[in-house]
């Protein structure tokens, strides 16, 4: 009998240990900024090394993505230039059309009619556009006459204005960094290049030489290569910024020695979306985020006063009020409400917090490698900033600070 009642207490022990599992692994499903950070590549030291993963089913070696490129309004008052933000109509599932009387319109076999997701970045661009005088289409420059010059140049304008709202091709590759292995998978994104002088650029000739020459996947487990990636300052003007000198194929090799530690990074789902994602602010969907954005309106964390760390919405009293003093719900999500495992009914207290602080973020653009090398329009409409980067340690503050629960909710990651 004894020995009965002994094995029926280890058969709930073994399901306690399950269960502690079961909720260690729900604990890392929910990102904090700093966990998001950390699965950027900036390529920034002297010289980097990158191990390029094998696509998961489906999916490129190198995924194509939409960003678009603005300034925004930072901390300090101040404007950063070269802000990278999602765009949901290239990077979001079409939706259907909708005609006069809010319903969807059907196309010829009664399917719906679908679109590109709402954006208000790219519709600034297109309503740029529109300004043109489009007499001029098709008229050689050389045939034009002294009127319709002048127009050119108005029409040039026009463009320059427009072109900085135009969402922006990005290359995302997905892989290790050599140097900060425990970061597990990460994501490098660089902008195309109308030029042929990207990354991209860089990058395709070193893969396929070492295709050729190999007669391998550059990506394989088994049989890929780690690049060194060997970075440069670079000036343009008047700013330093780094630049990709030279990417080089290291020769064949293991992914990992450790056959466990390459099976977790092979059978990682996570992909770039997880990590590049909407912007949003409190109470503010991605989508009025970008309409604040659109009318150089966007709300950000002023955290230059260390004593009033706040939001600052420029021209909505309401919504600043309602982030810098938000009621929290703490029943909001029940898989986000965890009570003492002894209790059994409680009344779920409300409680109101103001002068949220969320985590302290660095400044960096993650892109600098390419600026300076666009065309000349772009250019002009993009300068370059100083990198300056701050580990992404310092990024992880206060994680389990009740206060702050929610604010990696808010992706106002600085880039
Ligand atoms: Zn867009």
């Not at 729900?26 to 966990?35: L, V």
């Not at 699965?39 to 696509?55: D, H, N, Q, T």
């Not at 900060?180 to 195309?192: I, L, Q």
């Not at 604040?292 to 260390?306: C, G, I, K, L, R």
Request: charged residues 30%; contains cysteine; neutral net charge.
């Amino acid at each position: 009998m004894k020995n009965q009642e002994q094995t029926g207490d280890l058969s709930q022990l073994k399901s306690m240990f399950s269960d502690y599992q079961k909720k260690q692994s729900q604990s890392t499903n929910r990102k904090s900024r700093g966990d998001i950070l950390a699965k950027y590549f900036v390529p920034r030291a002297s010289k980097e090394v990158f191990r390029i993963l094998p696509p998961k089913a489906g999916r490129k070696h190198i995924d194509e993505a939409f960003f678009h490129v603005v300034t925004t309004s930072v901390a300090g008052g101040k404007k950063k230039h070269g802000t990278v933000i999602y765009c949901p109509a290239h990077n979001d599932p079409k939706v259907p059309k909708l005609g006069s009387d809010g319903k969807p319109l059907l196309d010829a076999n009664g399917a719906p009619m679908l679109v590109p997701a709402p954006c208000p970045l790219c519709a600034k661009y297109k309503s740029w556009l529109q300004k043109q005088d489009p007499s001029l289409k098709g008229v050689k420059k050389e045939n034009m006459n002294s009127m319709q010059l002048i127009v050119k140049t108005k029409n040039d304008e026009i463009y320059r204005e427009a072109i900085k709202w135009v969402a922006k091709k990005f290359y995302i590759v997905r892989g290790i960094d050599k140097g900060k292995e425990k970061d597990g998978v990460k994501f490098w994104r660089f902008k195309h290049n109308y030029k042929n002088q990207g990354t991209l650029d860089k990058l395709l000739p070193i893969l396929e030489d070492y295709m050729t020459t190999q007669q391998a996947d550059f990506s394989d487990g088994m049989t890929g290569t780690d690049l060194n990636i060997i970075m440069t300052d670079s000036e343009f003007n008047g700013h330093v910024y780094k630049a990709i000198s030279a990417i080089t194929a290291k020769g064949k090799s293991l992914l990992h020695a450790d056959p466990q530690v390459m099976k977790a990074w092979l059978d990682d789902d996570i992909n770039w979306r997880d990590v590049f994602l909407p912007k949003k602010a409190p109470n503010t969907t991605p989508f009025e985020f970008l309409e604040m954005v659109a009318s150089n309106t966007n709300p950000y964390w002023e955290d230059t006063d260390q004593t009033n760390k706040h939001w600052v919405f420029p021209g909505r009293p309401d919504l600043e009020e309602k982030a810098n003093t938000r009621t929290m719900n703490l029943d909001r999500d029940d898989k986000e409400f965890e009570q003492a495992t002894d209790l059994i009914t409680q009344e779920i207290p409300r409680v109101t917090i103001s002068n949220i602080t969320p985590e302290k973020v660095g400044e960096y653009t993650d892109d600098a490698s390419d600026i300076g090398k666009e065309t000349l329009a772009e250019a002009s409409v993009i300068p370059p900033s100083t990198v300056t980067i701050e580990p992404a340690t310092t990024l992880v503050e206060n994680s389990g600070n009740e206060n702050q629960s929610d604010s990696s909710d808010y992706d106002d990651l600085p880039f």
